[in-house]
């Protein structure tokens, strides 16, 4: 059974409405929700995950820039005869600083891209075979907004994680 409310009700008159029906219905098997109660708690859990990614993100930057950091440091070292050659065809410093960053910068862009296809379409599958089972519309919206900060970090980070050793 469906009971439609007026959409001016105030939870405290859904509440009362609610109540009133589980003491007429007394049976367990039959349960009294309130959709609009359903739906704010939905989207409050929603905005949670969503801060949780964000979160989950930030330290994953952290973590990507002592890595970057590291590694950079560590190629340095390894290469060192490398740019002891680069400087003696008389390049500066800053032209050699230069090819470093733009080889981080490779290897960043080509993760961003293989990521976010990976992830798209892990995502799509994963929320496709979700939409299945529930028996729900399927609809992809994409996060441009979020993965938009996150490449403007990641190239950010990866410019500081070449540019400090």
């Known amino acids: 059974m469906f009971v439609k409310v007026k959409?001016?009700?105030?939870?405290?008159e859904r509440d009362i409405l609610a109540n009133k029906i589980r003491g007429v219905v007394?049976?367990?098997?039959?349960p009294v929700f309130d959709i609009s109660k359903l739906e704010n708690n939905?989207?409050?859990?929603?905005d949670l995950f969503q801060v949780f990614i964000v979160v989950v993100g930030v330290v994953a930057f952290i973590i990507a820039f002592f890595m970057l950091l590291i590694s950079t440091t560590s190629n340095i070292q390894e290469n060192l005869w490398e740019f002891g050659v680069l400087r003696a065809i008389g390049l500066r410093k800053a032209q050699i600083l230069r090819i470093y960053l733009y080889e981080?910068?490779?290897?960043?862009?080509?993760?961003i891209i293989l990521?976010?296809?990976?992830?798209?379409?892990?995502?799509?599958?994963?929320s496709l075979q979700f939409n299945i089972f529930?028996?729900?519309?399927?609809?992809?919206e994409f996060p441009y907004a979020l993965v938009s900060i996150m490449l403007v970090l990641a190239i950010v980070?990866?410019?500081f994680g070449t540019i400090l050793p």
């Open 134 to 140: 529930l028996e729900l519309p399927f609809f992809v």
């Open 157 to 159: 980070i990866t410019i």
């Open 42 to 46: 939905v989207k409050i859990a929603i």
């Open 7 to 12: 959409s001016e009700a105030t939870t405290e």
């Open 104 to 111: 981080s910068l490779a290897v960043t862009i080509s993760a």
């Open 26 to 30: 007394n049976d367990s098997t039959k």
């Open 115 to 126: 990521g976010l296809l990976v992830g798209f379409l892990l995502a799509l599958t994963i």
